[in-house]
């Protein structure tokens, strides 16, 4: 668990460095004046349950008061399709920037439906990221080829992606 927040936490804040920012001043406790940077507003996170929950307190050590909202998609054991069974979103979520929040990238097919289900809302692929741990060639190709405009940021690209990342990390294996 402290070495998958550690890469989270490098993730997410990688993710935050790709959000529009404006410059600012801040005024210090002993009176010292800093020029800074500051969030613009309308940046949200969507986490991809359940995997992906374990990602949502990395992102909010770092931005408090951001919205997240969730996805739960589920694939079949047997032909890896990919069915959506919940999304609840910032009701403004079409105006936002997306950080999607999945740390176990394989097939590709649940980020997929994920893309198809924030596009539905309204969202623009241009304005998802999409945050992970590890990720398959394979499975960064398939989501490049249906979205190219979506970006994506992940601490490793391997043939073999770690299984049962839930599980492990929230010790329900």
Do not use: W
């Not at 740390?103 to 945050?131: C, D, F, M």
């Not at 490049?144 to 929230?170: N, S």
């Amino acid at each position: 668990v402290f070495c998958a927040d550690r890469l989270i936490r490098l993730v997410v804040e990688e993710g935050l460095n790709q959000l529009p920012y404006s410059e600012c001043t801040v005024t210090t406790p002993t009176g010292y004046k800093y020029e800074g940077v500051k969030f613009e507003r309308g940046n949200c996170g969507v986490s991809i349950m359940r995997s992906g929950e374990a990602m949502e307190q990395g992102l909010r050590d770092c931005c408090r008061s951001i919205r997240i909202g969730k996805i739960l998609i589920q694939s079949d054991e047997e032909t890896q399709k990919a069915k959506v069974y919940y999304a609840k979103f910032p009701p403004d979520v079409y105006r936002r920037k997306v950080l999607l929040m999945y740390p176990i990238l394989s097939t590709g097919n649940t980020v997929i439906e994920a893309v198809k289900v924030l596009i539905e809302h309204g969202v623009q692929p241009r304005h998802i990221i999409l945050l992970s741990l590890f990720s398959t060639p394979h499975g960064a190709k398939s989501i490049v080829q249906e979205f190219p405009d979506i970006t994506i940021l992940t601490t490793e690209v391997h043939p073999v992606a770690p299984t049962h990342f839930g599980q492990r990390y929230f010790g329900t294996d």
